[in-house]
């Protein structure tokens, strides 16, 4: 069975500041990985995914996430925060027959 | 393209009542999906569909019922509303392997 636990609710950064949203994941097979994005009522965005080849994964709007088997995780990175940024984001692993499993989220909070 | 369209987006309900909530989606997805989002749990799969004709139980399917009658739909029904069935629904639809898009969301409210 696969699970994701996102440490920490909420994080709160400072323009400009790095972003480091946390995800840690548990899988009994190879892993595909995902970071999605929610913006105040809206459905959800895809940021970026992890399948196969190269552990740094680069998505939109400049993040990027590194696949870490050894560590199981796949934390999302931001090297500047933005006030767009503001929004809440999901991580989710892929279970079997093309299933999701989500993560409970973190609310991500831009300081000007 | 209009891409995932869910209808309606809001509702409120009594308990007791019914209901039926209608994902569409015109990018010819094999696989669709419905999930209730709820505070601090994240996603929840209720019920999915690996194509027209087939439905099969997520995580959280009680209460609730689905048919996939053509491609483009999947619909997801509530026979006798709950307090606990208040929550924002989100469907989702997806190529096999490749990402799910999702719906814009149904907020609702049972009473």
């Known amino acids: 069975a696969q699970s994701v636990t996102q440490l920490g609710s909420h994080v709160s950064v400072s323009e400009g500041a790095l972003v480091l949203l946390r995800c840690n994941y548990s899988?009994?097979?190879?892993?595909?990985l995902f970071w999605y994005v929610q913006y105040p009522n809206q459905g959800l965005q895809l940021l970026l995914k992890y399948t196969t080849g190269a552990t740094l994964v680069k998505g939109i709007n400049g993040f990027e996430a590194e696949f870490k088997k050894s560590e199981t995780s796949f934390h999302l990175t931001k090297p500047s925060a933005h006030m767009s940024d503001a929004a809440e984001y999901f991580c989710a692993v892929s279970g079997g027959a093309q299933k999701l499993v989500f993560g409970q989220g973190t609310r991500l909070t831009i300081n000007p | 393209n209009a891409g995932v369209t869910q209808t309606p987006k809001f509702r409120v309900l009594k308990t007791g009542q019914s209901m039926t909530l209608l994902c569409a989606q015109d990018?010819?997805?094999?696989?669709m999906y419905w999930y209730r989002q709820d505070p601090g749990m994240g996603l929840r799969l209720i019920h999915y569909s690996v194509g027209e004709g087939t439905t099969a139980k997520g995580e959280v399917p009680d209460g609730y019922n689905v048919s996939r009658l053509k491609k483009q739909n999947f619909l997801l029904g509530l026979e006798s509303a709950a307090p606990s069935q208040t929550s924002v629904y989100f469907c989702?639809?997806?190529?096999?392997?490749?990402?799910?898009?999702f719906g814009p969301g149904t907020r609702l409210l049972v009473l």
């Open positions: 990018m010819n997805h094999e696989y």
């Open positions: 989702a639809s997806m190529i096999a392997g490749e990402t799910q898009y």
């Open positions: 899988s009994s097979v190879p892993p595909y």
